[in-house]
């Protein structure tokens, strides 16, 4: 790659604002037998002809398909740009005979029958991952939240690595995998686990300290661009944004929406307050936390790693949505916050209403259909 | 010395022995085939079925063929029920170009062999009948080739859709001309206009009745896939022979039975039925009893009528599907393929030929040996169509070549 691509690639553009995007992991499922399709490819076709506000990409098997919101300042427009391309999408599907699903994992897929979408990228993954590459048919959220400039990124990424529990446990939506339920509330983490580039951004002072080890490990030819790090919460420099990629995909757009919202609250809240200053600690404690809340959910225990104690992640949650709420009502967000904090309260998580409907129906192939009713909006999920 | 333990000579060839050598047989050959080859494995099946058939080794005598035909209506009936099980009124409804590509893609086969048929000299009715017999697909090869190259994606999905609409209407259309076909022999209107009733409306009611108390027990069992496919074996068995009982059509009583169980399962107590190794027993002797019936005999006297047949069924099929398959969501390039997928004629057509022969007489021998000559034809040629359509498609499974 030309040197002057690099530097353009690793240029911060800053972003105005806290604004908020988001990254939704889809799941195509065959309405016939409820099994993962591999229609990606016919989809697209469709939705290419569709006038869909943001995008909609393939992703790394054909089973999957990834839909990119636009930047958005607030809460409200991001919810209800996500609602119009669901509608959409859902449309699309429903002429292929498809169903579309939230949720981490597909609950009885087998991996070995994935097929990777071909396109030069992920075959090269397949070809250096093997058998990784397609039990990597997980289905996540990626949340984006603009930063002013490269230091304050490096800054935010230290702060955002203490909540990274919360929103695996608010996110977790993949309790089954492979046909059992796996115990997990987030099954999904461990597919990315797996990787060799997985894991967390290193604890570097500000952007040219990150610069300098990005250059280094480029050199050493690990990595081509920034895309190859796998990690929890990375910087995006080309978008001027934080990247937090723990999330599974929610059964709901708008429970998406709710995990920007919240993502947005606690940035505004760590740029307007400065109210820590980065450490080691956080890190240390990061793949304890990271377990009790992809095992636990919302009833985890977390390592606090500044006042050193150990807190319910659910408690720690509410203790934040607080903590943050004059930020998020200031972007208008107040609502969302308090909807996410009930939700808490009441210990509602996707993984949970996803072993109701288990529980109920006794069968993996009604938690598919019952989740991809969900997402289409079609049930109340309270 | 008499050895009064050893058996008499000559051994008598006993049922079991017959049923295990045919299935041994078809799969070797089919094995034999596709490694050999790289044909697809049905049209070993059936190979080997015609080389132990009448028309060559008689080792399969037309008595034999006679006794086993129960083994080829469970075959088919489970193979039915599947297929109708495919038929997603859902689908149709959200998706209308769908509908009216498959509509189209049966009623222009229809209209194109009618007038291949009139054009070589064969009476209305006559021609009529066969063009609605041609216009089946072969609901076991489009099922076990698919099956076999563990193909997916939108081609395998209509090729299965429109087999499961094109089966239906073809039986349909044959059971419609039914009056006609009396009133040349001689029966009287009553009669001609009751039994078409009769066989739509009993097997319509039998299947529906099957599907309640399918649906029922199911519910019972609960979901377990394991169980429920036998109760679903039990189920079609039972349901075949009280349609054989009853004189109603075997076919369009399973075909009902499937649509229904698919589409009235609003509690979704039915599991999908996957074909497992259980399931290629039922193709594996469907295949070489079907290989064993076909007639070769009329490929040479009238050849030219037969490949008139052939040719005009797959312009038909072809023209509705590019005339109306964009829409519908058949990707650029996929329309010719899918009429290629659609090709294949076998043992379903078999039957409604057997049948309809056997009812009337007036059927018409020469008729009846052009359709079976097609249908040896498409039954042999129409497998590789359809792997090379799905392949072509690129839905077959990467690294499973031969079907």
Redesign the interface.
Same mark, same amino acid.
């Given at each position: 790659m030309p040197e002057t691509q690099v530097a353009d690639e690793m240029n911060f553009r800053p972003s105005a604002h806290v604004s908020i995007g988001v990254e939704l992991e889809l799941q195509l499922v065959r309405a016939h037998d409820l099994d993962l399709a591999r229609d990606a490819d016919d989809l697209l076709a469709r939705l290419a002809k569709r006038s869909l506000p943001g995008a909609a990409k393939p992703e790394i098997t054909e089973s999957m398909i990834e839909l990119n919101s636009g930047v958005h300042r607030r809460y409200a427009t991001l919810a209800d740009e996500l609602r119009v391309m669901r509608d959409i999408v859902v449309k699309e599907a429903g002429l292929l005979n498809l169903r579309v699903s939230g949720g981490g994992s597909h609950p009885f897929h087998d991996w070995a029958d994935r097929r990777i979408y071909p396109t030069e990228r992920f075959r090269a993954i397949l070809e250096r991952y093997g058998f990784l590459a397609k039990q990597f048919t997980v289905f996540g959220q990626h949340v984006h939240v603009g930063c002013p400039d490269g230091d304050a990124a490096v800054y935010l990424v230290h702060m955002m690595t203490r909540y990274v529990p919360h929103f695996i446990a608010l996110s977790a939506a993949s309790p089954f995998y492979q046909g059992e339920d796996t115990s997990f509330q987030s099954s999904r983490l461990t597919a990315v686990s797996a990787f060799p580039l997985a894991g967390h951004m290193p604890f570097v002072r500000d952007w040219a300290e990150f610069l300098e080890y990005y250059e280094t490990m480029r050199g050493f030819g690990v990595v081509a661009s920034m895309k190859d790090f796998y990690w929890d919460i990375r910087p995006k420099p080309e978008y001027g944004t934080i990247e937090i990629r723990v999330c599974d995909t929610p059964l709901t757009v708008e429970r998406a929406a709710l995990l920007a919202a919240y993502a947005q609250a606690l940035v505004a809240y760590h740029l307007a307050e400065r109210p820590r200053e980065p450490a080691r600690a956080a890190y240390q404690v990061n793949s304890f936390n990271r377990f009790e809340a992809s095992r636990f959910g919302l009833a985890g225990e977390l390592i606090e790693p500044y006042e050193r104690r150990r807190v319910k992640i659910g408690e720690d949650i509410l203790a934040t949505v607080s903590a943050v709420m004059p930020h998020a009502r200031r972007m208008e967000a107040g609502d969302a916050l308090a909807e996410l904090a009930a939700g808490v309260r009441s210990g509602y998580s996707d993984a949970g209403w996803l072993r109701a409907r288990y529980a109920e129906a006794g069968s993996l192939l009604d938690v598919v259909r019952e989740a991809s009713a969900a997402w289409a909006g079609g049930r109340d999920r309270t | 010395m008499e050895l009064s333990f050893l058996p008499h000579l000559p051994f008598a060839l006993s049922q079991p022995v017959l049923f295990g050598a045919l299935l041994a047989a078809g799969l070797l050959a089919g094995e034999a085939l596709n490694r050999y080859a790289h044909l697809p494995r049905i049209t070993g099946f059936a190979l080997a079925g015609v080389l132990l058939g009448p028309q060559v080794s008689g080792l399969l005598d037309r008595e034999a063929l006679h006794t086993l035909r129960v083994l080829i209506d469970l075959s088919l009936g489970l193979i039915v029920f599947e297929l109708g099980f495919?038929l997603?009124f859902?689908?149709l409804r959200?998706?209308r170009w769908?509908l009216v590509t498959a509509l189209a893609e049966s009623a222009f086969s229809f209209i194109a062999v009618y007038a291949a048929l009139e054009y070589f000299g064969f009476r209305p009715l006559l021609a009529a009948c066969g063009a609605a017999i041609g216009t089946a697909t072969s609901p076991a090869v489009a099922l076990l080739v698919a099956h076999d190259m563990?193909a997916? $994606?939108?081609i395998t999905?209509r090729m299965l859709l429109f087999t499961a609409v094109n089966c239906v209407l073809a039986y349909l259309a044959l059971t419609l001309l039914l009056p006609f076909l009396h009133l040349e022999h001689r029966a009287t209107w009553p009669e001609a206009l009751l039994h078409p009733l009769y066989l739509l409306g009993g097997s319509a009611l039998l299947g529906f009745a099957a599907c309640v108390l399918l649906l029922w027990l199911s519910r019972w069992l $609960?979901?377990r896939e394991d169980r429920q496919f036998v109760l679903l074996v039990a189920l079609v068995v039972l349901t075949i022979g009280t349609a054989r009982i009853l004189n109603l059509s075997v076919v369009m009583t399973l075909v009902t039975l499937g649509m229904l169980s698919r589409n009235l399962d609003y509690r979704?107590a039915l599991?999908?039925l996957r074909f497992g190794y259980g399931g290629q027993l039922f193709f594996v002797i469907l295949f070489v009893l079907t290989g064993a019936s076909l007639q070769f005999g009329a490929l040479w006297t009238s050849g030219l009528v037969v490949g008139a047949f052939v040719l005009a069924r797959f312009l038909g099929k072809a023209l509705a599907i590019l005339l109306f398959g964009r829409p519908? $969501?058949v990707?650029p390039g996929g329309a010719g393929l899918l009429a290629i997928a659609l090709l294949p004629m076998s043992g379903l057509a078999v039957v409604m030929v057997h049948d309809t022969s056997v009812l009337y007489p007036a059927f018409g021998r020469e008729l009846s040996t052009v359709l079976l000559s097609a249908i040896a034809v498409l039954e042999l040629l129409g497998p590789l169509g359809t792997q090379y359509a799905l392949r072509r498609a690129g839905e077959a499974?990467?690294g499973r070549g031969g079907a």
């Amino acid at each position: 790659m030309p040197e002057t691509q690099v530097a353009d690639e690793m240029n911060f553009r800053p972003s105005a604002h806290v604004s908020i995007g988001v990254e939704l992991e889809l799941q195509l499922v065959r309405a016939h037998d409820l099994d993962l399709a591999r229609d990606a490819d016919d989809l697209l076709a469709r939705l290419a002809k569709r006038s869909l506000p943001g995008a909609a990409k393939p992703e790394i098997t054909e089973s999957m398909i990834e839909l990119n919101s636009g930047v958005h300042r607030r809460y409200a427009t991001l919810a209800d740009e996500l609602r119009v391309m669901r509608d959409i999408v859902v449309k699309e599907a429903g002429l292929l005979n498809l169903r579309v699903s939230g949720g981490g994992s597909h609950p009885f897929h087998d991996w070995a029958d994935r097929r990777i979408y071909p396109t030069e990228r992920f075959r090269a993954i397949l070809e250096r991952y093997g058998f990784l590459a397609k039990q990597f048919t997980v289905f996540g959220q990626h949340v984006h939240v603009g930063c002013p400039d490269g230091d304050a990124a490096v800054y935010l990424v230290h702060m955002m690595t203490r909540y990274v529990p919360h929103f695996i446990a608010l996110s977790a939506a993949s309790p089954f995998y492979q046909g059992e339920d796996t115990s997990f509330q987030s099954s999904r983490l461990t597919a990315v686990s797996a990787f060799p580039l997985a894991g967390h951004m290193p604890f570097v002072r500000d952007w040219a300290e990150f610069l300098e080890y990005y250059e280094t490990m480029r050199g050493f030819g690990v990595v081509a661009s920034m895309k190859d790090f796998y990690w929890d919460i990375r910087p995006k420099p080309e978008y001027g944004t934080i990247e937090i990629r723990v999330c599974d995909t929610p059964l709901t757009v708008e429970r998406a929406a709710l995990l920007a919202a919240y993502a947005q609250a606690l940035v505004a809240y760590h740029l307007a307050e400065r109210p820590r200053e980065p450490a080691r600690a956080a890190y240390q404690v990061n793949s304890f936390n990271r377990f009790e809340a992809s095992r636990f959910g919302l009833a985890g225990e977390l390592i606090e790693p500044y006042e050193r104690r150990r807190v319910k992640i659910g408690e720690d949650i509410l203790a934040t949505v607080s903590a943050v709420m004059p930020h998020a009502r200031r972007m208008e967000a107040g609502d969302a916050l308090a909807e996410l904090a009930a939700g808490v309260r009441s210990g509602y998580s996707d993984a949970g209403w996803l072993r109701a409907r288990y529980a109920e129906a006794g069968s993996l192939l009604d938690v598919v259909r019952e989740a991809s009713a969900a997402w289409a909006g079609g049930r109340d999920r309270t | 010395m008499e050895l009064s333990f050893l058996p008499h000579l000559p051994f008598a060839l006993s049922q079991p022995v017959l049923f295990g050598a045919l299935l041994a047989a078809g799969l070797l050959a089919g094995e034999a085939l596709n490694r050999y080859a790289h044909l697809p494995r049905i049209t070993g099946f059936a190979l080997a079925g015609v080389l132990l058939g009448p028309q060559v080794s008689g080792l399969l005598d037309r008595e034999a063929l006679h006794t086993l035909r129960v083994l080829i209506d469970l075959s088919l009936g489970l193979i039915v029920f599947e297929l109708g099980f495919r038929l997603d009124f859902a689908w149709l409804r959200l998706n209308r170009w769908l509908l009216v590509t498959a509509l189209a893609e049966s009623a222009f086969s229809f209209i194109a062999v009618y007038a291949a048929l009139e054009y070589f000299g064969f009476r209305p009715l006559l021609a009529a009948c066969g063009a609605a017999i041609g216009t089946a697909t072969s609901p076991a090869v489009a099922l076990l080739v698919a099956h076999d190259m563990r193909a997916e $994606g939108q081609i395998t999905e209509r090729m299965l859709l429109f087999t499961a609409v094109n089966c239906v209407l073809a039986y349909l259309a044959l059971t419609l001309l039914l009056p006609f076909l009396h009133l040349e022999h001689r029966a009287t209107w009553p009669e001609a206009l009751l039994h078409p009733l009769y066989l739509l409306g009993g097997s319509a009611l039998l299947g529906f009745a099957a599907c309640v108390l399918l649906l029922w027990l199911s519910r019972w069992l $609960g979901k377990r896939e394991d169980r429920q496919f036998v109760l679903l074996v039990a189920l079609v068995v039972l349901t075949i022979g009280t349609a054989r009982i009853l004189n109603l059509s075997v076919v369009m009583t399973l075909v009902t039975l499937g649509m229904l169980s698919r589409n009235l399962d609003y509690r979704h107590a039915l599991m999908p039925l996957r074909f497992g190794y259980g399931g290629q027993l039922f193709f594996v002797i469907l295949f070489v009893l079907t290989g064993a019936s076909l007639q070769f005999g009329a490929l040479w006297t009238s050849g030219l009528v037969v490949g008139a047949f052939v040719l005009a069924r797959f312009l038909g099929k072809a023209l509705a599907i590019l005339l109306f398959g964009r829409p519908s $969501g058949v990707r650029p390039g996929g329309a010719g393929l899918l009429a290629i997928a659609l090709l294949p004629m076998s043992g379903l057509a078999v039957v409604m030929v057997h049948d309809t022969s056997v009812l009337y007489p007036a059927f018409g021998r020469e008729l009846s040996t052009v359709l079976l000559s097609a249908i040896a034809v498409l039954e042999l040629l129409g497998p590789l169509g359809t792997q090379y359509a799905l392949r072509r498609a690129g839905e077959a499974h990467p690294g499973r070549g031969g079907a």
